[in-house]
Structures are given as C-alpha cells and as structure tokens.
C-alpha cells in the first residue's frame, strides 16, 4: 500500500515541478498589458510545453520500468497528471485548429505509451518468462490461483 502512496505522490511532485518550471522560464504575459490574443498564444504555447515535458516523462517511465514498479509508476503518474495539465491548458486557448492539434498528439502519446506500458511490456515479459504452465514457482502459482478465485468469487458477486 505504502507503494502505490509513494508512487501516486511521486506522480502529483513531478507534475508540479514541470508545471512551476514552466511558470518560471515562460511566464504569463501581464493580463492589463496583453489582449485576449496573447493569453491565447500564451496558453497554446504552454499547453505544447506541458505536453512536450508530460511525454518525455511518460518515456523515462518506460525506460525505467526495468529498474523497479514504484518509480517507474510513479514516473508514469507523473506524466498522466502533466498531461492533463496541458490538455486543460490548451482546451482554454482560443485558437480552434492549433488546440486540436495539441489534443490529437496528447491523444497519440497516452494511448501510444499506454499500449506500450500495458500491452507490449507484458507481451514481451511473458515471452521472456516462456508462458508454459510450469514458468512459475510452486508459492506463486499457488498465491496466483487465491488470486483469481478472490476474482472469480468478485466476479460472481457482482453479478448476482
């Protein structure tokens, strides 16, 4: 439990570091200075920051998903959380075809990593750990088994 705390923790400091670092090296026009044209580009403009730092943090989630579950999550959470910054950003932006344009690839990336993540890595582990009946050790076979009677006996419960 304490993992999943740490990892959903590490997600919510890396979206607020990129967010305050974004805020300090491409700061907000000044509101009685600028029109609404320049909070516009001003929004554009960061929301394809935010989108640019959420995805190089979504790969270092990958990269590093070798080198333990909790930083590799946490990483991943991290890259979530900014990508919904930039996508809240760039809904804000009143430029019809430039926003679409930042949706689409904030669109391509989460579901490219997310199928990387969720479909490949496990395609590939199972590949690596020979998916015969007999790849698993006697404790965890039998603790995968409790594993998916708890499932069976949700699965039954929820239906009736």
Do not use: H
């Not at 999943?4 to 009685?32: K, M, Q, R, W």
């Not at 910054?85 to 932006?93: L, P, Q």
């Not at 993540?117 to 050790?137: N, V």
């Not at 998916?148 to 239906?159: H, S, T, V």
């Amino acid at each position: 439990m304490l993992q999943i705390v740490f990892s959903f923790f590490l997600g919510l400091v890396v979206t607020a570091f990129i967010g305050i670092g974004v805020n300090t090296f491409y700061p907000e026009p000044d509101y009685s200075l600028g029109s609404e044209s320049s909070w516009n580009t001003y929004r554009l403009t960061t929301s394809i920051i935010l989108l640019v730092c959420a995805t190089l943090v979504m790969l270092l989630s990958i990269a590093v998903s070798n080198t333990g579950p909790v930083l590799a999550n946490g990483a991943l959470l991290g890259g979530v959380f900014t990508m919904i910054y930039a996508v809240g950003i760039g809904i804000s932006a009143g430029q019809q075809w430039p926003r679409f344009a930042v949706m689409t690839v904030a669109l391509l990336v989460t579901v490219g990593v997310g199928w990387w993540k969720f479909s490949r890595g496990r395609r590939a582990a199972a590949a690596a750990s020979g998916t015969g009946g007999g790849a698993l050790t006697g404790e965890a076979e039998a603790r995968l088994a409790a594993v998916e009677n708890k499932l069976d006996a949700l699965g039954r419960a929820l239906r009736d």
